[in-house]
């Protein structure tokens, strides 16, 4: 007989799946691709069930002969093991980012003269109702809250950009990008203070009240699934930390990330330019115990952001802060820094990981922007955040769009630049 292979991620079986194996019948064989839980979350599809029920599922179908776990998302491992006569998929993947798939799967195949089907993709009711039930089933509260400590355990760094609304949460969410023959896109979105309040229009002072900043993340909740970081600022008064912490777990908010600082808030860029004060150890320790103390699950994470390097205080400082913080329950350490040059964040991972292998590090490479996420995975960093470019590229294209119009009292001029609204429609998901 011959052997017919197709990939499935899913955690729910419909009529799609079902005409894909009916397909496949014809011509053999039927071998069924589990998409690991790496391989799946690098292909914006989560898992809800973990990969071991997927398998059983997956063996339970009628008309199925075996089941394998696919851990590549582009099928080399599994082309390679199984050496099929034919790959069945459905016809979606002919056009947008998972052409690059198919366009690499076919190069192999024509390699030992296997052949490629695509099946016309099921659309009915039925089906949309289940892809909607899915993708709604991500997006709740006790799915997403604890996504962030599973990314961190399966990928080798969690990618996180600044989203400030829902449009910006779309598009963390639905970017995705063919890059040397593979599929990437970003794990989670960072809800930054300076974003959120900039896009309100606002100055970056902890004016923005957490009822408004909590709007904000209803807002990106309501149409997207990823995981969610919470600039928290200072977190303010310790009595107030507590309610904040016990509200974004609630939210489904995977971590909040506070600052060692307190006082009127003030940019870390600013550095010593502006007066900023430095909590003391245990002021901040005492804060971070206090927020452990009131959540409920041990999903939420709360992570010590520490601002010696900032402030100029020196390594031995950040490090004692460091190995202090994580000792009251800081689930993770956020190392900032404003030089250009990467060469003392790197000292600090270095040296953290000398004596703790396992907390997360987070950095946030905005002045030092020429190193890369191998890079910083490579000294332990685990969480990378890009906390402000969508903000910084959006607002000076506005710009120039606007003088232009008034420059030629007209709209033609800046057309060719403008994305369409159809395709900006077509991020947004209908009912």
Not at 156 to 167: D, F, N, R, W, Y
Not at 415 to 427: A, G
Request: aromatic share 6%; hydrophobic share 40%.
């Amino acid at each position: 007989m011959k052997k017919v292979y197709t990939c499935f991620s899913t955690d729910v079986i419909h009529d799609g799946h079902l005409n894909i194996i009916n397909e496949a019948k014809k011509y053999g064989n039927v071998i069924i691709g589990a998409l690991s839980d790496k391989a799946s979350i690098r292909y914006n599809k989560f898992p809800t069930i973990p990969q071991e029920e997927r398998v059983k599922l997956y063996r339970s179908i009628e008309g199925v002969d075996q089941v394998v776990i696919q851990n590549d998302m582009m099928y080399d491992d599994v082309i390679t093991l199984v050496q099929p006569d034919y790959i069945v998929h459905g016809d979606n993947w002919q056009e947008g980012p998972e052409k690059a798939i198919r366009d690499h799967v076919e190069e192999l195949l024509k390699q030992y003269g296997g052949e490629l089907i695509d099946v016309p993709y099921t659309y009915n009711d039925k089906v949309k109702k289940i892809d909607l039930q899915l993708r709604e089933k991500l997006a709740m509260p006790e799915y997403r809250r604890k996504r962030l400590r599973q990314l961190i355990e399966m990928t080798p760094i969690v990618k996180t950009m600044e989203a400030h609304s829902g449009l910006t949460g779309l598009i963390v969410e639905k970017t995705v990008v063919d890059h040397e023959g593979k599929l990437d896109q970003f794990d989670a979105m960072w809800v930054s203070s300076l974003c959120d309040s900039t896009a309100k229009g606002k100055p970056d002072i902890e004016l923005v009240d957490m009822t408004s900043r909590f709007r904000t993340i209803d807002d990106i909740m309501e149409v997207t699934t990823k995981p969610i970081i919470f600039d928290g600022d200072t977190g303010g008064l310790t009595e107030h930390f507590v309610y904040t912490v016990r509200s974004l777990e609630r939210m489904g908010v995977s971590a909040i990330i506070i600052e060692d600082k307190k006082g009127l808030k003030k940019n870390s860029l600013f550095g010593t330019e502006v007066e900023q004060t430095q909590a003391t150890i245990e002021e901040m320790s005492a804060k971070i115990a206090a927020g452990k103390a009131a959540q409920l699950t041990d999903d939420f994470m709360i992570i010590a952001r520490i601002e010696s390097l900032i402030l100029e205080r020196g390594m031995e400082d950040a490090l004692e802060r460091a190995f202090a913080f994580v000792k009251a329950g800081a689930d993770g350490i956020m190392i900032h820094s404003r030089k250009k040059d990467p060469a003392e964040i790197v000292e600090f991972c270095d040296k953290f990981r000398e004596e703790d292998k396992t907390t997360p590090i987070v950095v946030v490479p905005s002045s030092f922007n020429t190193i890369t996420e191998d890079e910083l995975a490579s000294h332990g960093v685990n969480i990378v955040i890009y906390a402000n470019q969508l903000t910084r590229s959006a607002f000076p294209a506005m710009q120039k769009t606007a003088e232009d119009i008034l420059r030629y009292h007209r709209a033609k001029e800046v057309d060719d630049r403008l994305m369409s609204i159809k395709d900006i429609i077509t991020l947004i998901h209908v009912i």
